[in-house]
Structures are given as C-alpha cells and as structure tokens.
C-alpha cells in the first residue's frame, strides 16, 4: 500500500468532512455574493500620494543622492568649473543646474517612479481581489492558515 493511501485510509473522515464543510461554507458566501448583486469589478487604487511641492529638502536631498551624485561621479562640476573659470559665475550656473535637477526630479522622476508603483501594488490588490472573488476556498484557506500561524506563534511557550 503506498503512503498516500495509508494516509487517505487513516485521515479519511478528517480530510472528508473538512472538504464538505469547506465546501458548504463556499457555496453558502457564493450564494450570499450572488444574492445581493456584487460582482467583480476592477478597482484603480493610488495608496501612494505625491508629495507636496513644498518639500524642498527632501527633493534637494533625494537630487543630491541620485542625479546630484551622477553628475559629480562623471567630474561635471570639474569640467564646468574649468569652462566657465570663475567661482562666482560657477556657483551661480551650479544653483541654476541644480534647480533644474530639482525641477526634474519633481516633475517627472518621482511622479514616474510613483505611478509605476501605484500601478504595480492596484494590479496585485485586484489580482488578489479576483483570486478570492473566483475562488473563495483560496480567500478562506488563506484566512484560515494565516490565524493557524498566529495563533501558534502565540501559544509557543517562551524560553
């Protein structure tokens, strides 16, 4: 006899009885979802807020580490400073540089990046949303396993 039907053999009822309450409790929310008119609908979620324009610092800051450190690993500055020659004229076109990188960074770097992940995290929400709508034991096994999980993590003796 091979191990899985020795474990059928024994676990038999256990395993019988789980699948016919797993699957009366599913026919029952299935009929609880169809009986008052829900249906699945694809939902456009943004979690992630652009941050306010007045946040100068951390625009200057996040110019600094990215694109800031860019220009200063290729020796930018050192090449622009040796065309324009004078401190004065440089410090001014570096100011002018970098709120141009800051403008950069506000209007097209962090609102892509931001979109990009607004996009990545309602793809899976709506992902997830679909896999327990289509398919409620999934939503119940997963609810059902994550309480397991907790639950004996709390009852493990502390040593």
Same mark, same amino acid.
């Given at each position: =006899?091979?191990? !899985?039907?020795? &474990?059928?053999? /024994?676990?038999?009822?256990?395993? %019988?009885?789980? &699948?016919?309450?797993?699957?009366? !409790?599913?026919?029952?929310?299935? %009929?609880?979802?169809?009986?008052?008119?829900?249906?699945?609908?694809? =939902?456009?979620?943004?979690?992630?807020?652009?941050?306010?324009?007045?946040?100068?610092?951390? !625009?200057?800051?996040?110019?600094?580490?990215?694109?800031?450190?860019?220009?200063?690993?290729?020796?930018?500055? /050192?090449?622009?400073?040796?065309?324009?020659?004078?401190?004065?004229?440089?410090?001014? +076109?570096?100011? +002018?540089?970098?709120?141009?990188? =800051?403008?950069? =960074?506000?209007?097209?770097?962090?609102?892509?990046?931001?979109?990009?992940?607004?996009?990545?995290?309602?793809?899976?929400?709506? %992902?997830?949303?679909?896999? %327990?709508?289509?398919?409620?034991?999934?939503?119940?096994?997963?609810?059902?396993?994550?309480?397991?999980?907790?639950?004996?993590?709390?009852?493990?003796?502390?040593?």
């Amino acid at each position: =006899m091979a191990w !899985y039907q020795k &474990t059928l053999k /024994k676990y038999g009822k256990d395993i %019988l009885s789980g &699948t016919v309450f797993s699957f009366i !409790y599913t026919l029952a929310f299935l %009929l609880w979802i169809y009986g008052t008119g829900k249906t699945f609908s694809w =939902m456009d979620i943004s979690p992630i807020d652009l941050p306010s324009i007045f946040v100068r610092i951390f !625009y200057s800051a996040l110019t600094f580490m990215t694109l800031g450190a860019i220009l200063y690993k290729i020796k930018f500055y /050192k090449v622009l400073y040796q065309i324009v020659g004078d401190w004065r004229t440089f410090k001014e +076109v570096k100011a +002018v540089i970098w709120v141009l990188l =800051m403008g950069i =960074m506000f209007f097209a770097i962090v609102p892509f990046v931001i979109n990009l992940l607004n996009g990545i995290i309602s793809i899976g929400y709506n %992902l997830f949303a679909f896999i %327990l709508y289509a398919f409620p034991p999934v939503g119940i096994s997963i609810i059902i396993f994550a309480f397991y999980l907790y639950f004996k993590k709390q009852l493990r003796p502390k040593s």
